[in-house]
Protein backbone atom coordinates (compact mmCIF):
# COMPACT_ATOMS: atom_id res chain seq x y z
CA UNK A 1 0.00 0.00 0.00
CA UNK A 2 3.28 2.32 0.17
CA UNK A 3 4.19 1.86 -3.23
CA UNK A 4 3.91 4.88 -5.53
CA UNK A 5 4.57 3.12 -8.76
CA UNK A 6 2.06 4.86 -11.49
CA UNK A 7 1.75 8.34 -9.26
CA UNK A 8 3.31 11.59 -10.18
CA UNK A 9 3.71 14.01 -7.64
CA UNK A 10 4.70 17.75 -7.61
CA UNK A 11 7.29 18.89 -4.73
CA UNK A 12 7.71 22.38 -4.62
CA UNK A 13 10.97 23.97 -3.01
CA UNK A 14 12.20 20.34 -4.26
CA UNK A 15 15.67 21.36 -5.50
CA UNK A 16 17.12 21.70 -1.79
CA UNK A 17 16.71 20.83 1.78
CA UNK A 18 13.54 19.10 2.81
CA UNK A 19 12.16 19.53 -0.85
CA UNK A 20 15.27 17.76 -2.49
CA UNK A 21 15.04 14.79 0.22
CA UNK A 22 11.15 14.41 -0.72
CA UNK A 23 11.68 14.07 -4.26
CA UNK A 24 14.32 11.41 -3.40
CA UNK A 25 12.03 9.20 -1.41
CA UNK A 26 9.32 10.00 -3.71
CA UNK A 27 10.44 8.68 -6.88
CA UNK A 28 12.77 5.74 -4.90
CA UNK A 29 9.62 4.64 -3.93
CA UNK A 30 8.24 4.42 -7.67
CA UNK A 31 6.36 7.99 -8.38
CA UNK A 32 7.56 9.83 -11.35
CA UNK A 33 8.42 13.24 -9.60
CA UNK A 34 8.00 17.34 -10.98
CA UNK A 35 10.44 19.52 -9.08
CA UNK A 36 9.34 22.82 -9.16
CA UNK A 37 11.56 25.77 -7.66
CA UNK A 38 13.44 28.77 -8.17
CA UNK A 39 16.88 27.10 -8.22
CA UNK A 40 16.92 26.29 -11.92
CA UNK A 41 20.11 24.79 -11.74
CA UNK A 42 19.59 23.12 -8.62
CA UNK A 43 16.39 21.71 -10.00
CA UNK A 44 17.74 20.90 -13.29
CA UNK A 45 20.94 18.53 -11.70
CA UNK A 46 18.22 16.83 -9.45
CA UNK A 47 15.76 16.08 -12.23
CA UNK A 48 18.95 14.98 -14.37
CA UNK A 49 20.17 12.93 -11.59
CA UNK A 50 17.23 10.90 -11.01
CA UNK A 51 16.87 10.41 -14.47
CA UNK A 52 13.40 8.93 -15.97
CA UNK A 53 10.12 9.69 -14.28
CA UNK A 54 11.81 13.11 -12.50
CA UNK A 55 11.80 16.64 -14.20
CA UNK A 56 12.11 19.78 -13.42
CA UNK A 57 9.94 23.34 -13.97
CA UNK A 58 10.72 26.80 -12.65
CA UNK A 59 8.33 27.93 -10.75
CA UNK A 60 7.94 30.93 -8.33
CA UNK A 61 4.92 30.06 -5.64
CA UNK A 62 3.81 33.35 -5.45
CA UNK A 63 2.66 33.52 -9.21
CA UNK A 64 -0.25 32.35 -10.13
CA UNK A 65 -0.13 31.89 -13.92
CA UNK A 66 3.12 30.24 -12.99
CA UNK A 67 1.15 27.58 -11.25
CA UNK A 68 -0.93 26.67 -14.07
CA UNK A 69 2.12 26.21 -15.98
CA UNK A 70 3.90 24.03 -13.83
CA UNK A 71 0.58 21.86 -13.72
CA UNK A 72 0.46 22.22 -17.29
CA UNK A 73 4.02 20.60 -17.41
CA UNK A 74 4.07 18.32 -15.04
CA UNK A 75 0.71 17.05 -16.64
CA UNK A 76 2.33 17.06 -20.25
CA UNK A 77 5.36 15.15 -19.31
CA UNK A 78 3.45 12.49 -17.04
CA UNK A 79 0.34 12.30 -18.02
CA UNK A 80 -1.60 13.33 -14.23
CA UNK A 81 -1.00 14.69 -11.05
CA UNK A 82 -2.33 12.98 -8.34
CA UNK A 83 -0.21 14.06 -5.31
CA UNK A 84 0.69 18.12 -4.59
CA UNK A 85 3.56 18.91 -1.77
CA UNK A 86 3.58 22.14 -0.84
CA UNK A 87 6.65 22.51 0.55
CA UNK A 88 8.28 25.80 -0.49
CA UNK A 89 9.02 28.17 2.45
CA UNK A 90 11.41 31.05 3.22
CA UNK A 91 11.91 32.26 7.29
CA UNK A 92 12.77 35.39 8.37
CA UNK A 93 12.84 37.19 12.10
CA UNK A 94 12.38 40.05 14.15
CA UNK A 95 11.35 41.51 17.07
CA UNK A 96 7.44 42.25 16.52
CA UNK A 97 8.05 46.02 16.73
CA UNK A 98 10.69 45.52 14.48
CA UNK A 99 9.12 43.38 11.93
CA UNK A 100 8.97 45.47 8.78
CA UNK A 101 5.84 45.53 6.47
CA UNK A 102 8.34 44.14 3.82
CA UNK A 103 9.17 41.13 6.20
CA UNK A 104 5.89 40.31 6.62
CA UNK A 105 4.26 40.31 3.05
CA UNK A 106 7.00 38.12 1.97
CA UNK A 107 7.10 35.14 4.36
CA UNK A 108 2.85 35.28 4.15
CA UNK A 109 3.12 35.42 0.65
CA UNK A 110 5.63 32.66 0.04
CA UNK A 111 4.41 30.17 2.95
CA UNK A 112 1.00 30.98 3.04
CA UNK A 113 -0.19 32.62 -0.02
CA UNK A 114 2.01 30.12 -2.33
CA UNK A 115 0.26 27.46 -0.61
CA UNK A 116 -3.35 28.65 -1.46
CA UNK A 117 -2.41 29.07 -5.04
CA UNK A 118 -1.07 25.70 -5.11
CA UNK A 119 -4.25 24.05 -3.54
CA UNK A 120 -6.26 26.35 -5.88
CA UNK A 121 -4.92 25.28 -8.97
CA UNK A 122 -4.26 21.83 -8.41
CA UNK A 123 -7.83 20.79 -6.96
CA UNK A 124 -10.13 21.13 -10.46
CA UNK A 125 -7.21 18.35 -11.83
CA UNK A 126 -7.49 16.17 -8.97
CA UNK A 127 -11.52 16.66 -9.09
CA UNK A 128 -11.35 15.31 -12.95
CA UNK A 129 -9.30 12.59 -11.96
CA UNK A 130 -11.70 11.37 -8.75
CA UNK A 131 -9.05 12.20 -6.01
CA UNK A 132 -5.68 13.56 -5.33
CA UNK A 133 -3.76 13.92 -1.91
CA UNK A 134 -1.98 17.62 -1.06
CA UNK A 135 0.64 17.51 1.49
CA UNK A 136 0.96 20.86 3.23
CA UNK A 137 4.34 21.92 4.78
CA UNK A 138 4.26 23.66 7.71
CA UNK A 139 6.20 23.42 10.94
CA UNK A 140 6.08 23.15 14.73
CA UNK A 141 5.96 26.77 14.57
CA UNK A 142 2.34 25.98 13.05
CA UNK A 143 1.26 24.51 15.92
CA UNK A 144 2.35 26.85 18.99
CA UNK A 145 4.51 30.44 19.41
CA UNK A 146 7.97 31.61 18.80
CA UNK A 147 10.41 34.07 19.78
CA UNK A 148 11.00 36.57 17.30
CA UNK A 149 9.33 34.54 14.49
CA UNK A 150 5.53 35.92 14.49
CA UNK A 151 5.12 36.23 10.23
CA UNK A 152 6.28 32.72 9.63
CA UNK A 153 4.21 31.47 12.47
CA UNK A 154 1.04 33.46 11.32
CA UNK A 155 2.03 31.82 7.99
CA UNK A 156 2.28 28.18 9.19
CA UNK A 157 -0.99 28.49 11.48
CA UNK A 158 -2.62 29.38 8.36
CA UNK A 159 -1.16 26.74 6.46
CA UNK A 160 -2.67 24.22 9.08
CA UNK A 161 -6.04 26.04 9.21
CA UNK A 162 -6.39 26.07 5.38
CA UNK A 163 -5.46 22.44 5.24
CA UNK A 164 -8.75 22.06 7.62
CA UNK A 165 -11.28 23.83 5.98
CA UNK A 166 -9.79 22.26 2.40
CA UNK A 167 -10.09 18.54 3.62
CA UNK A 168 -13.60 19.15 5.07
CA UNK A 169 -14.76 20.84 1.77
CA UNK A 170 -13.47 18.01 -0.74
CA UNK A 171 -13.49 14.56 1.18
CA UNK A 172 -16.49 14.43 -1.08
CA UNK A 173 -14.29 14.64 -4.37
CA UNK A 174 -11.77 11.87 -2.83
CA UNK A 175 -8.96 14.58 -2.37
CA UNK A 176 -7.22 14.42 1.14
CA UNK A 177 -5.15 17.54 2.15
CA UNK A 178 -2.87 16.69 5.78
CA UNK A 179 -0.32 19.07 7.08
CA UNK A 180 3.25 17.71 8.16
CA UNK A 181 4.75 19.71 11.06
CA UNK A 182 8.51 19.07 11.19
CA UNK A 183 10.81 20.17 14.09
CA UNK A 184 14.59 21.44 13.87
CA UNK A 185 15.72 19.58 10.62
CA UNK A 186 19.42 20.39 9.31
CA UNK A 187 18.86 22.51 6.07
CA UNK A 188 20.18 25.96 4.89
CA UNK A 189 17.08 27.06 6.66
CA UNK A 190 18.65 26.07 9.94
CA UNK A 191 22.04 26.92 9.66
CA UNK A 192 21.92 29.49 12.18
CA UNK A 193 20.20 27.90 14.96
CA UNK A 194 22.08 26.05 17.70
CA UNK A 195 20.46 22.96 19.02
CA UNK A 196 22.34 22.61 21.88
CA UNK A 197 19.76 24.46 24.13
CA UNK A 198 17.06 22.84 22.79
CA UNK A 199 15.56 19.63 24.81
CA UNK A 200 14.40 17.00 21.94
CA UNK A 201 13.74 13.79 23.64
CA UNK A 202 15.42 12.00 20.94
CA UNK A 203 18.40 13.60 22.02
CA UNK A 204 18.92 15.33 18.10
CA UNK A 205 17.69 17.09 15.25
CA UNK A 206 16.28 15.68 12.72
CA UNK A 207 17.77 15.18 8.64
CA UNK A 208 15.73 15.50 5.94
CA UNK A 209 15.55 11.68 5.69
CA UNK A 210 13.48 11.86 8.94
CA UNK A 211 10.85 13.45 7.39
CA UNK A 212 10.37 11.46 4.35
CA UNK A 213 8.42 8.55 5.35
CA UNK A 214 5.17 10.62 6.47
CA UNK A 215 5.48 12.56 2.66
CA UNK A 216 5.56 8.82 1.46
CA UNK A 217 2.63 7.58 3.72
CA UNK A 218 0.77 10.81 2.93
CA UNK A 219 1.01 10.45 -0.65
CA UNK A 220 0.65 6.75 -0.47
CA UNK A 221 -2.76 4.88 -0.30
CA UNK A 222 -1.59 3.60 2.57
CA UNK A 223 -3.33 6.89 4.23
CA UNK A 224 -6.44 6.61 2.10
CA UNK A 225 -8.41 6.94 5.56
CA UNK A 226 -6.24 9.97 6.82
CA UNK A 227 -7.64 13.57 5.82
CA UNK A 228 -7.45 17.45 7.73
CA UNK A 229 -4.92 15.71 10.35
CA UNK A 230 -1.67 17.08 11.46
CA UNK A 231 1.50 15.04 11.51
CA UNK A 232 4.49 16.34 13.72
CA UNK A 233 8.08 14.92 13.00
CA UNK A 234 10.02 16.88 15.61
CA UNK A 235 11.67 14.22 17.88
CA UNK A 236 9.43 14.87 20.58
CA UNK A 237 10.64 18.60 20.76
CA UNK A 238 7.16 20.11 21.36
CA UNK A 239 5.55 17.34 23.44
P1 LIG B 1 15.53 25.48 2.25
O1 LIG B 1 15.73 26.95 2.33
O2 LIG B 1 16.72 24.58 2.32
O3 LIG B 1 14.72 25.09 0.93
C1 LIG B 1 13.60 25.83 0.54
C2 LIG B 1 13.39 25.61 -0.95
O4 LIG B 1 12.24 26.38 -1.33
C3 LIG B 1 14.57 26.11 -1.79
O5 LIG B 1 14.86 25.19 -2.79
C4 LIG B 1 14.04 27.42 -2.35
O6 LIG B 1 14.62 27.78 -3.61
C5 LIG B 1 12.55 27.13 -2.49
N1 LIG B 1 11.75 28.35 -2.55
C6 LIG B 1 11.82 29.43 -1.74
N2 LIG B 1 10.97 30.38 -2.14
C7 LIG B 1 10.34 29.89 -3.24
C8 LIG B 1 9.35 30.41 -4.13
N3 LIG B 1 8.84 31.64 -3.97
N4 LIG B 1 8.94 29.63 -5.15
C9 LIG B 1 9.46 28.39 -5.34
N5 LIG B 1 10.41 27.86 -4.55
C10 LIG B 1 10.84 28.60 -3.51
O7 LIG B 1 14.49 25.16 3.44
P2 LIG B 1 14.04 23.77 4.09
O8 LIG B 1 14.60 23.73 5.47
O9 LIG B 1 14.29 22.65 3.16
O10 LIG B 1 12.47 24.04 4.25
C11 LIG B 1 11.49 23.46 3.39
C12 LIG B 1 10.12 23.67 4.02
O11 LIG B 1 10.06 23.03 5.30
C13 LIG B 1 9.74 25.13 4.26
O12 LIG B 1 8.37 25.33 4.02
C14 LIG B 1 10.04 25.31 5.73
O13 LIG B 1 9.30 26.37 6.29
C15 LIG B 1 9.63 23.97 6.27
N6 LIG B 1 10.23 23.63 7.56
C16 LIG B 1 11.57 23.54 7.70
C17 LIG B 1 12.09 23.20 8.95
C18 LIG B 1 13.56 23.06 9.21
O14 LIG B 1 13.95 22.92 10.38
N7 LIG B 1 14.41 23.09 8.21
C19 LIG B 1 11.23 22.98 10.03
C20 LIG B 1 9.86 23.08 9.84
C21 LIG B 1 9.37 23.41 8.59
Redesign the pocket.
Known sequence: AFSLTGKTVLV????????AAYVRALHAEGAAVMI????EA?GAALAAELGERARFTP????DEEGWDAAIADTVAAFGALDVLVN?????NAAPIEHLSTAKWDTVIA??LT?TFFGCRAVVPVMKAAGGGSIIN?????GIRGSRGLHG?TAA?FGVRGLTKSMAVELGASGIRVNSV??????????TRIDPAHLDIPLGRP?T?EDVTGTIVFLASDASRFTTGAEFVVDGGMIT
Open positions: TGGARGLGADLLELDVTNAGIVVNGISSVEYKHPGLILTDMTGP
